[in-house]
């Protein structure tokens, strides 16, 4: 800053703050601005930065190639572990959680008749109300898609195993042999 100007320490951090933030724009083109002008030349000098993209990649493997676990698997045990968690733990307390808030809000309220404050609990509680309701049927739905995959892989399964013993030379000339 000039030797003929007082620039509040706040200001001066601010905009230590904002160089920072904006990737070092020009400290010179701010001294004396107010915190708004600051901002708006770092945002400004920021955007003249040249832009590059990098495309991030899970493994240094051939292009294209996922990275991640070569084994890909499917835990019937652990989706079935989760579904009984929701239906005998999440649920249930969520189910709790809504009742004791609507318990207390319905104690409030009444505390609050004839008041702003009245009218403004109920807004809550119904807001409260639909989002445990939208959280709840996530839970069903969630549960459901777990008990689903798992029917869905073993259905999969028998159905590739099936293909597969049909295109086997083995299974074709077990079945020629029975005929």
């Known amino acids: 800053m000039s030797s003929g100007t007082h620039v509040p320490a706040q200001e001066v951090a601010y905009v230590v703050d904002v160089v920072v933030l904006h990737g070092g724009a020009n400290v010179k083109a701010m001294r ?17 930065q040249p832009v590059g993209m990098r495309l991030n990649r ?3 493997g051939p292009v294209g190639g996922g990275g991640g676990d ?3 698997s499917s835990d019937a045990g652990r989706k079935k572990t989760a579904a009984n968690d929701i ?4 649920e249930p ?3 709790k959680a809504g009742a004791w808030a609507k318990e207390a809000t319905d104690t409030s309220m009444k505390a609050f008749d004839g008041w702003a404050t009245a009218a403004g609990l109920k807004k809550a509680e119904e807001t409260w109300g639909n989002q445990a309701k939208a959280l ?22 028998q ?8 295109q086997s030379k083995l299974y074709q000339l077990s079945q020629h042999s029975h005929n």
């Open 32 to 48: 004396g601005m107010g915190s708004f002008e600051a901002e708006w030349a770092a945002s400004k000098a920021a955007t003249q």
């Open 87 to 90: 239906e005998t733990d999440f």
């Open 70 to 72: 070569q084994d890909l």
């Open 93 to 95: 307390n969520t189910k």
């Open 136 to 157: 709840m049927g996530r839970l069903a739905g969630e549960k459901s898609a777990l008990r689903g995959t798992n029917n869905l892989f073993i259905k999969n399964d």
């Open 58 to 60: 899970a493994d240094d």
């Open 159 to 166: 159905g590739i195993g099936d293909e597969l013993a049909r």
